[in-house]
Every structure is written in structure tokens, then in C-alpha cells.
């Protein structure tokens, strides 16, 4: 157990609503991700950060802000949702073997958002 | 960058029997080389992995190739359980990681 939570774990909103999406990690680790999961598409990195206030883009991040303020916590933010947004959501972090988006040693996973948007 | 093909996107086995899930990538540069198991409503975990110097690994009744002439890698399952019944992703990681879709395995009792 990584120490991470996901909240919410479920949600169901509206087209052009606001979603934000919160990672909170207990271990103070640097690298944090957010990955997308879809049928057919596997995990796609949305989002990453390496450090409080340092945050970089992955491979689908047209649509998605995220902040860092503290350590412990990583957020995802949906500024205006849409359907192509429903999916399910993860937040990772890495202890060991990274160097920005490049990772080489064990991914810990929370355990999902799982996002509808109508 | 780079992209991971896994197959098949099912696979369905008899208790005791193997399984294999074959991945391919197409950055010959790609350096390490994870296997993600998820069971239904958590997130994936870590398996086990291999790097570009070593052609196999093995734990317990898990074992993973990789061909890198060819590009592709290769999770094992001998003996196979109930309790091995998930969805495995593979990925490949060099400037970035890229996770294959994923293979749905069910092992019949």
C-alpha cells in the first residue's frame, strides 16, 4: 500500500461542469501522474507532476489543468467536461528510477475515479 | 513516440494450464519493459518487469522475454489459478511510457 487516495471515486456531472478530481499521497513522494483508462486504449498519461508546483503535459492533456500546491496532493481539473471525458481515472506515483515522464521502476496506482460526464 | 500492441485482448484457460500475452513496441531505444496486473475495481499493480540487457526473468510461476531484434516481449504464466483471473497491461518506457490496451484473462476452475 502506496499510501494514495483518489476522491471522489465516483461521480456523474454534466457537459460544461467544472470536475475536479484529487490525488493525496502519505509518503511525500516527488512524481506524481494521472493517467486516463479507456477500453482499447490501455492507460494514457494525462498529466505529471515532479514536484510541488512543477507540472508537465502528457500524451491527452488537451482539456485537463492540473495543480500541485503541496506534496501530498495532486489535482486534476476538468475545466468545461465533456462525454469524450468519461472514463476512468488513476493517480500514480513513482518512487524510484524516474526522471520526469520517464520511468523506469514501479508505478504504485490509487485505486480509480471512475468519471461519467452526461 | 513510442506504441505498444498487446495480444490477444482475451484469453481464456483451463486451471493449470499457461497463458502468454505478447506485446510489441516500436522504439528500438525503449529500455525497460513493466507487466501491470489489474483486478476488477483497483488500480493496477506491478508484477514484474525486465530492462533491455536481460533477455528473461522469471518469479515463482511468472516469467517475461524479451526479443529486442524483434521488438517484442512476453509475459508467461504457468500453472495457472483462479486467482490469476485480471486484466494485464505490458508497457515500454524510454522518454515516455506507453501502456498496450490490455488482455483480459479468465482461468476456468
Known amino acids: 500500500d502506496a499510501g494514495i487516495t483518489q476522491s471522489p471515486r465516483h461521480k456523474v456531472t454534466e457537459t460544461g461542469t467544472p470536475v475536479t478530481l484529487r490525488c493525496h499521497q502519505t509518503?511525500?513522494?516527488?512524481?506524481m501522474y494521472w493517467y486516463r483508462q479507456d477500453p482499447g486504449h490501455g492507460l494514457r498519461l494525462i498529466h505529471y507532476?515532479?514536484?510541488?508546483?512543477?507540472?508537465d503535459k502528457g500524451e491527452v492533456s488537451d482539456g485537463y489543468s492540473v495543480s500541485r500546491s503541496k506534496t501530498e496532493d495532486f489535482l486534476l481539473t476538468l475545466e468545461s467536461a465533456t462525454s469524450s471525458q468519461t472514463s476512468v481515472y488513476f493517480c500514480?506515483?513513482?518512487?524510484?528510477?524516474?526522471?520526469?515522464?520517464?520511468?523506469?521502476?514501479?508505478?504504485?496506482f490509487g485505486e480509480g475515479s471512475r468519471l461519467t460526464v452526461l | 513516440g513510442e506504441n505498444v500492441e498487446q495480444h490477444p485482448s482475451t484469453l481464456s484457460v483451463q486451471e493449470g494450464d499457461s497463458a502468454v500475452i505478447k506485446c510489441t513496441y516500436s522504439d528500438s531505444a525503449s529500455n525497460y519493459f513493466p507487466w501491470y496486473k489489474q483486478e476488477l475495481g483497483k488500480g493496477p499493480q506491478l508484477i514484474i518487469d525486465i530492462r533491455s540487457n536481460v533477455g528473461e526473468k522469471k518469479d515463482q510461476r511468472i516469467a517475461v522475454t524479451l526479443n529486442k531484434t524483434a521488438k517484442h516481449f512476453s509475459l508467461h504464466i504457468t500453472e495457472t489459478q483462479p486467482e490469476d483471473s485480471a486484466v494485464y497491461f505490458c508497457a515500454a518506457s524510454l522518454n515516455d511510457m506507453r501502456f498496450g490496451a490490455g488482455t483480459r484473462l479468465t482461468v476456468k476452475p
Open positions: 509518503e511525500n513522494h516527488r512524481y
Open positions: 500514480a506515483i513513482a518512487t524510484r528510477g524516474t526522471s520526469g515522464r520517464v520511468n523506469t521502476g514501479e508505478l504504485f
Open positions: 507532476s515532479y514536484g510541488v508546483k512543477d507540472t
